[in-house]
């Protein structure tokens, strides 16, 4: 139950901000609303536990929101989760690719969405801003012992979560939605799907979850490849026990983790 927390939901869709208003305070949150950026400035005044940042029209307006947010030193860590505009809307009320490099939040969806499905992502948001946040990890490879190896080091780790395994670049795509990993460890061969091309469509859909390339084919061209496809490193698998858990520490930063041919 929300126990009275207040969620502040910015959207200009009327229809989902009732279904969504509705939807919270059955759980026993607190809901406020705005339609606009500059109504969003002034109801931040409620101090709000969440910030739900959904659709503005005209584009560039989310974005503009998210943007004071971050730059206001009493904003900055609420929790945030942004909700995009459906595909075919996007030129009008979505965010842009550019801005979408730029997004920092702790969940980022796609309309059209339920607001029930909302609840837990939210009841997750307020409990990690009570306890340290782990690393949470989805392992791609179509090898059952090479993802059994990776999970048995990684279960160790006490900042470290492995969400779940993917046995190709299909179903990480499928499991990156339904479970919203900080970091995917991506093979590159493999049937269905490769990683590339799974690195690919995560940079673009869902800017939230890092990937790691991690592959037996160590060369500079396929290292170059990777970090133009969006990845956010590249491991060998032969340096893998010992760079490994760096290298998810250093993506799930947003920076790159470069191996070193030498």
């Known amino acids: 139950m929300g126990d009275n927390a207040k969620i502040l939901i910015i959207d200009d869709e009327p229809d989902f901000v009732e279904a969504f208003r509705m939807t919270f305070e ?3 949150y607190s809901v406020a609303a705005a339609s606009s950026r500059l109504e969003a400035q002034e109801m931040m005044s409620v101090e709000p536990d969440v910030v739900v940042l959904g659709t ?6 989310a974005f503009a929101m998210h943007k004071w947010l971050k730059q206001d030193a009493k904003y900055k860590d609420i929790p945030l989760l942004v909700i995009d505009a459906r595909h075919e809307e996007r030129p009008i009320k979505g965010w842009r690719r550019f801005e979408g490099i730029q997004i920092e939040c702790e969940a980022y969806l796609t309309k059209p969405i339920e607001p029930a499905s909302l609840v837990p992502r ?9 306890r340290p946040r782990k690393i949470r ?6 090898h059952t012992m090479v993802r059994h ?6 279960t160790v ?12 670049g299909q179903d990480a795509l499928e499991q990156v939605q339904r479970l919203s990993p900080h970091v995917a460890l991506m093979d590159i ?3 269905v799907m490769s990683g590339l091309e799974a690195t690919r469509r995560i940079s673009s859909d869902y800017p ?16 170059l490849v990777a970090k133009q496809a969006g990845a956010h490193g590249f491991i060998p698998k032969k340096a893998a026990s010992s760079e490994l858990v760096d290298g998810i520490r250093a993506v799930n930063e947003g920076k790159y983790f470069s191996w070193s041919l030498a």
Request: charged fraction near 25%; hydrophobic fraction near 50%.
């Open 157 to 168: 780790q006490k900042d470290m979560d492995v969400v779940g395994e993917a046995v190709n």
């Open 56 to 61: 503005l029209a005209p584009a560039g307006q």
């Open 208 to 223: 939230l979850t890092k990937v790691l390339i991690l592959t037996q084919y160590d060369e500079e061209e396929n290292m």
């Open 189 to 191: 061969v493999m049937p």
């Open 122 to 130: 939210v009841q997750n948001l307020l409990e990690e801003t009570i």
């Open 149 to 154: 190896g990776i999970h048995a080091l990684l």
């Open 137 to 142: 990890v989805l392992i791609v490879d179509d």
């Open 26 to 28: 059955a759980k026993s």
